[in-house]
Each structure stands twice: as structure tokens, then as C-alpha cells.
């Protein structure tokens, strides 16, 4: 069974710098999909990233950005010029590309405090 | 708006009752999700389905039950044989080809003394 680690339960960053929330995961398969979600304090899941195992450019989106190491098994969000809605509860996921259920597999997420 | 509901917001019962929370989408998704959120647990599946009349259990699924008899609605009964039922719930739904992103309802909060 796929695990997923956040090892940082929180963190926290000043407005208009950049900071970086770590993920790893433990996996046997080679084809499979990454997430971060974003839960703020309504508790509403925000999709915010997503990478493709297959792919070597790691994915970019404005502000957010993954540093994706397959090898390495790590898949860590980088956050720049951080804004005061960026606080939220952030998850790593995981998702088979071979298993049957499109599941995910969260982590335990990393809340970010955002200080102005 | 397209979108996935779940009602209530809130929801209060007794302990040994069974209870019913609702979830209904109407972004025409073959497959729907239910997941139990706790302080510093992250997420965990308890049941999900690909396709109406069919689903199966996930990582958590003791205690609990679940119907698809439509595509649009997927409700779950937490049963009073379920030990710890006081949670965040979510239901979720995807499409099944394709990019495949679930998206998630607002969820219920379920309070069982």
C-alpha cells in the first residue's frame, strides 16, 4: 500500500517571502500522480497543483511550484511571494495511474501561518 | 452552478443512532468519494464508487454503509456500530477518464455524544 509523509505539521512564512512544505511518499508502482491541496479555515478542498509521475518538468501554477524527485520519492511545494490567504491546511496526495478507483492517499497535512 | 452539495453543515445525533449524511453532484461524474478528515490524520476513504449500483469499501469502511442508486447522489449512513463517529466528513467526486480530479463538497461535521 502507497503511504504519504508530511514531516512538518507546521510552518510558518512572512508575507511576500517564499517558502517550501515537504512531501514524501513511499510507492512501488511507476506510473501514478501527485497532488497539494489547500484547506482553509472553511474547510473547502482547494485543488492547487498536480504532477504527472511520467513527466520531468515540474509543474508550475503562478505562484506555486513542486520540485519533484522520482528517485528520491519526494514531491515538496514551494510558495512564492506569499499572500495572507495563502493560510491555510495544505495535503500532499497520492494517486495510483495502475490501480482500480482513482483513490487518493493524503497525508497529514502542514498547516501555514502566514504573518503579515 | 455545477457542483457537489452536502447538507447539513452540521449535524448532532445520539449515541446508538444511525445516521444518514447526504451528498449530491451535479458535474455528471461517474465516481463519488466519501472521506473521514481528523485532527492530524489527514484524509481516509471510506467508501467510494466508479459507476451507479456499484461500490466498494476503502481504508475505513467498519461501521459504515453506503447506496448509489443514482449517479448524482452517493448518501452515507454512519451506523452506531461505528466506534468513533464524531468527524469531518467529504464526499468527492471525478470523472473516470480523462484528466480525472476529484472535487470535493463542503462537508459535514457530524457530533455524536
Known amino acids: 500500500a502507497q503511504t504519504v509523509t508530511q514531516s512538518q505539521p507546521e510552518m510558518s512564512v512572512q508575507e511576500a517571502e517564499t517558502v517550501t512544505l515537504s512531501c514524501t511518499y513511499d510507492?512501488?508502482?511507476?506510473?501514478?500522480?501527485l497532488f497539494w491541496y489547500k484547506q482553509p479555515p472553511s474547510r473547502q478542498m482547494i485543488l492547487v497543483i498536480r504532477q504527472e509521475a511520467y513527466k520531468q518538468q515540474n509543474a508550475t501554477e503562478n505562484r506555486f511550484s513542486v520540485n519533484f524527485q522520482k528517485a528520491a520519492k519526494s514531491f515538496s511545494l514551494k510558495i512564492s511571494d506569499s499572500q495572507l490567504g495563502d493560510a491555510a491546511m495544505y495535503f500532499c496526495?497520492?494517486?495510483?495511474?495502475?490501480?482500480?478507483?482513482?483513490?487518493?492517499?493524503f497525508g497529514a497535512g502542514t498547516i501555514l501561518r502566514v504573518k503579515s | 452552478d455545477g457542483g457537489i452539495t452536502q447538507s447539513p453543515k452540521y449535524l448532532f445525533r445520539k449515541e446508538g443512532q444511525n445516521v444518514t449524511l447526504s451528498c449530491e453532484q451535479n458535474?455528471?461524474?461517474?465516481?463519488m468519494y466519501w472521506y473521514r478528515q481528523d485532527p492530524g490524520q489527514g484524509l481516509r476513504l471510506i467508501y467510494y464508487?466508479?459507476?451507479?449500483?456499484?461500490?466498494q469499501k476503502g481504508d475505513i469502511a467498519e461501521g459504515y454503509s453506503v447506496s448509489r442508486e443514482k449517479k448524482e447522489s452517493f448518501p452515507l449512513t454512519v451506523t452506531s456500530a461505528q466506534k468513533n463517529p464524531t468527524a469531518f466528513y467529504l464526499c468527492?467526486?471525478?470523472?473516470?477518464?480523462?484528466?480525472?480530479?476529484?472535487?470535493f463538497g463542503p462537508g459535514t461535521r457530524l457530533t455524536v455524544t
Open positions: 458535474l455528471n461524474h461517474d465516481a
Open positions: 464508487s466508479q459507476i451507479v449500483n456499484d461500490f
Open positions: 496526495a497520492y494517486r495510483s495511474a495502475e490501480e482500480y478507483g482513482n483513490k487518493l492517499v
Open positions: 510507492t512501488s508502482e511507476s506510473d501514478y500522480y
Open positions: 468527492a467526486s471525478s470523472s473516470t477518464w480523462g484528466r480525472r480530479e476529484q472535487y
